[in-house]
């Protein structure tokens, strides 16, 4: 049974940093490009970021250079460092795994194979 599980979500101040992290069972974990995706509320659910099973990875254009996606393999989690941290980030923030290895390119990873519970994210202004 797969389960792919989300932490590290809390209350900050804007301007302020916070790490999340998800860990993945069930599966192998290097086989899979990982990505964060984000729902605030009343919104779509979109990506924020993707990371290839080999480690290169892709930024949605609102957190390029705020942002860092890195995942430890022997550990089988992947990390979200997000700093400088604004109201407008504020959000359900998302950990997902593809159907392969690649995120085609792109910070929103495609074919979804499996959804984390989600953790949230508010920044008070």
């Known amino acids: 049974q797969v389960q792919v599980v989300e932490s590290g979500g809390d209350l900050v101040q804007a301007g302020g940093s916070l790490r999340l992290s998800c860990t993945a069972s069930?599966?192998?974990?290097?086989?899979?490009?990982m990505g964060w995706f984000r729902q605030a509320p009343g919104k779509e659910r979109q990506g924020v970021a993707c990371?290839?099973?080999?480690?290169?990875?892709y930024y949605a254009p609102s957190v390029e250079g705020r942002f860092t996606i890195s995942r430890d393999n022997v550990k089988n989690t992947l990390y979200l460092q997000m700093d400088g941290l604004n109201a407008e980030d504020t959000a359900i923030y998302y950990c997902?795994?593809?159907?392969?290895?690649?995120?085609?390119?792109?910070?929103?990873?495609?074919?979804?194979?499996?959804w984390g519970q989600g953790t949230q994210v508010t920044v008070s202004s």
């Open positions: 069930g599966l192998t974990f290097d086989d899979y490009a």
């Open positions: 997902a795994a593809g159907d392969g290895p690649l995120c085609r390119g792109t910070y929103a990873l495609r074919n979804i194979a499996y």
């Open positions: 990371i290839t099973r080999n480690g290169a990875n």
